[in-house]
């Protein structure tokens, strides 16, 4: 992903719906791979990634979403791959603040991991704050450069980072012009128990829920539950690459074998495809977010909000988009021309 | 002009027919037993087009600046310790954005509005620029709130980018969504907006002037005489150094518009401009930095050349456009000839800079109280790009910013951040401004 300011022009016809996904890439699983996921669907020309951001001020979080990202864009891996380091197409957006130390070790592990040489195996361009953009100024940089309703955020980590784009001067009017929906992989619905992503950062959340100007579907954990990624994917479907950081990051995540829920997978796709049938959604109302970060649905027939559900019927079919598109290969590169004369 | 024994009011003239000179900081005017007033500080916008080639602009470590600077930065040397280099300063607004091709006239027409302006030539539309922000709420105080400066183009209609209006790429400063601010081009006309009464000679009233060989100090040698009695050793010869500044800009002039010949028939210049593009800056800068020595203004906009502008630059020997020659596509013969493009505008603001330097007020220099801002609205030209603008802070901007490093911040931090933080600078706080997320954090450059 660069900075994709210059591919669209306002009478070209409209492309492929355009996702800015900012995700917790330091804690959650289910966020590395729907980055993955997005590769693939950018692949078969369905969506493109147009900013990915990560939720928390964390380098190390950072890190692995550059090497990630790096990594659909060709950035080589392993053996000489020392300069690669160089390459600072990709931007990747953090939020301000002071550096959160709660990475999981796995991560960290991924990120040293080394070649048979002894060399790193993937190398980042982010060696400190100033490597990275803020999420909130990306993510606003990039919806402008969208064509009115063709584009769409997914959130699947704390709402800090992108609670902030509310604050930047004239951003509601930017912000309803151009993002269709905001789709947050977070809460419990209609009940249950607090989700981290939401108890962690419980002022930001019902910031977000009250003020945030477009329809928000939330998809809570319970659907993550019921949807998980196949750990046997990671097995098998990835012979094509041998040095694969979502494959690498998937392991260290948790002892193997085991199927990730994955919520971030399923708001990406019904980010993608919402009329095509792969979920079932509650009727409108307003989602609250109570002091102890649980999440409340109230059917209201104006709401702006809603929740997604799982539906049985529709699993076998959801979960092979989710193998085929996550395990995909890299995207090939749009043809890159000089930007206007 | 009246003396008394009283300190000299702040906004004494020497005055004559035809003439008005303003009088720069002297000590006289600092009421006895009293603390000697701070010094104003002055904003200056330098901004050069089509890019600059980054790999010999950008010092690659944050912390002081090397001994060794880039190639492009050589010339500035000796104004190491006066200024800060801005990594990643972006223009959003400068980007396509949906539409298309014309980043020139996108870029330029946005760099102080921070907005992205309408794509056309006709019914343009940017926003007021922070320049006359500034102007609108301090201008009152000087004698123009503020002057805009060029030096190759002031068409103001037609296309000149891909559908972007001429006023978007000749004009810096805006007055609203729909009114530039013209720069004023020629030195003569600069020079008797800044002395004049304000009536416009005829041709034939400057022949005049011109075949008798008068100076505009001429006119004014009553109430020159008068002052220089009431004054003290130190303030004479401040005055002395100060009307001498601008009887050797009148010679500078005269040479020019006896030698004025067109040796670049590609270019519309007006009769008087400098044929020496170095000459020409040189008037125009002096001039400038008369009017911030006599505080006759503290805002201004200059441009030292207009943005997508074809301009050669035969004096350095390259007979290519500067454009054409941005556009490299890699050949190592194109990008040469940019870098020393590039080289040669720094060397004309290392002049300016010497100038500034130069003139004392109270215990600093005239540009320790200024902010100088050196930049262009594309970091690479050949791309296009809109992000890490190379950006020079120039000055302490009146003992605030402390120079002598390089500073990056992170990617995509809105240009219009910057703008905030020197009109807060400026006196003029403004909580928003074109697409700022909010003001530059102060820590690494104070």
């Known amino acids: ?341 | 002009m009246i003396v008394t024994g009283k300190s000299l009011p702040r906004r004494t003239f020497l005055k004559g027919v035809g003439a008005t000179v303003a009088l720069p900081f002297l000590d006289s005017m600092v009421p006895a037993f009293a603390a000697a007033p701070k010094a104003p500080v002055r904003l200056a916008f330098l901004y050069v087009p089509n890019g600059i080639d980054m790999k010999n602009w950008n010092v690659p470590q944050e912390g002081a600046l090397p001994a060794e600077l880039p190639r492009i930065l050589k010339p500035l040397e000796a104004f190491r310790g006066d200024m800060i280099q801005i990594g990643n300063l972006t223009n959003n607004s400068g980007r396509a954005l949906l539409d298309g091709a014309g980043d020139h006239g996108r870029c330029a027409g946005s760099y102080l509005t921070g907005v992205q302006v309408k794509k056309t030539t006709i019914d343009i539309k940017a926003s007021i620029s922070c320049d006359q922000i500034i102007a609108n709420k301090i201008g009152h105080q000087t004698r123009f709130a503020s002057l805009e400066l060029g030096m190759d183009d002031s068409r103001q209609a037609g296309d000149c980018d891909s559908g972007y209006s001429c006023a978007y790429t000749n004009n810096l400063a805006w007055r609203s969504e729909t009114q530039p601010l013209p720069p004023v081009l020629d030195p003569r006309v600069l020079f008797e907006r800044l002395f004049g009464t304000g009536v416009i000679l005829s041709p034939e009233d400057m022949d005049r002037r011109a075949r008798y060989r008068r100076s505009i100090l001429d006119f004014v040698t009553g109430d020159t005489k008068k002052l220089q009695s009431s004054l003290g050793p130190t303030d004479r010869r401040k005055l002395e150094e100060y009307l001498s500044s601008i009887r050797e800009v009148e010679r500078q002039l005269e040479k020019a518009e006896k030698e004025s010949v067109q040796i670049d028939p590609g270019m519309d210049k007006p009769y008087g401009v400098p044929p020496d593009f170095a000459e020409h800056f040189k008037l125009m800068s002096d001039m400038l930095t008369i009017a911030f020595q006599a505080d006759l203004t503290r805002v201004s906009t200059f441009l030292m050349t207009r943005e997508g502008t074809s301009r050669s630059y035969r004096e350095i020997g390259i007979a290519d456009g500067h454009h054409p020659c941005t556009h490299h596509q890699g050949k190592q013969e194109l990008i040469d000839k940019v870098i020393q493009i590039n080289e040669y505008h720094t060397k004309q603001l290392a002049g300016w800079l010497g100038n500034l330097k130069s003139i004392k007020e109270g215990d600093c220099s005239l540009l320790d109280n200024c902010m100088i801002v050196y930049g262009a609205g594309l970091s690479d030209g050949n791309r296009h790009l809109h992000e890490d603008l190379p950006t020079l802070l120039i000055g302490r901007g009146g003992d605030y910013f402390k120079p002598g490093r390089r500073v990056i911040y992170r990617k995509e931090t809105p240009m219009s951040n910057f703008h905030l933080t020197l009109m807060d600078r400026m006196g003029v706080p403004v909580e928003n401004f074109g697409d700022a997320s909010g003001h530059l954090d102060p820590a690494p450059l104070t």
């Open chain 1, 1 to 341: 992903m660069g900075v994709d300011t210059q591919a669209q022009g306002r009478g070209a016809v409209r492309p492929p719906i355009g996702i800015a996904l900012d995700g917790d890439l330091g804690n959650r699983i289910d966020a590395i791979l729907a980055v993955a996921m997005l590769n693939g669907l950018t692949a078969k020309t369905e969506a493109r990634r147009i900013s990915l951001s990560v939720s928390r001020p964390s380098l190390a979080s950072a890190q692995i979403a550059d090497v990630v990202a790096g990594f659909y864009r060709g950035r080589p891996v392993g053996g000489s791959a020392g300069g690669v380091g160089a390459i600072t197409e990709g931007m990747i957006g953090m939020p301000e603040g002071p550096a959160s130390g709660n990475d999981t070790p796995p991560l960290a592990a991924t990120l040293s991991r080394k070649t048979p040489e002894g060399t790193p195996a993937y190398t980042s361009a982010i060696s400190g704050p100033v490597g990275t953009a803020e999420s909130a100024v990306l993510i606003r940089n990039l919806l402008l450069a969208q064509h009115d309703g063709n584009a769409a955020i997914v959130l699947a980590g704390p709402s800090t980072g992108l609670v902030r784009i509310l604050g930047l001067y004239r951003s509601g009017p930017q912000i309803t012009a151009k993002c269709k929906q905001l789709v947050v992989a977070a809460g419990s619905f209609p009940a249950g128990p607090a989700d981290p992503a939401i108890r962690n950062d419980v002022a930001a959340a019902k910031k977000l829920f009250a003020e945030w100007p477009t329809p928000i579907v939330a998809v809570g954990t319970e659907v993550g539950e019921a949807l998980p990624y196949p750990g046997a994917s990671i097995e098998t479907d990835f012979a094509w690459a041998p040095v694969h950081p979502v494959v690498d990051a998937y392991r260290a995540f948790k002892a193997m074998p085991y199927d990730a829920p994955a919520p971030a997978l399923a708001a990406v796709l019904y980010a993608v495809h919402p009329d095509d049938g792969y979920f079932k959604l509650s009727d409108p109302g307003t989602i609250a977010v109570l002091d102890d970060g649980r999440t409340r649905f109230t059917p209201a027939a104006d709401g702006k909000h809603r929740y997604l559900i799982a539906d049985p019927a529709q699993k076998d079919r959801v979960l092979a988009v989710y193998t085929s598109m996550v395990s995909a290969q890299p995207a090939p590169r749009p043809g890159r021309g000089r930007a206007g004369a």
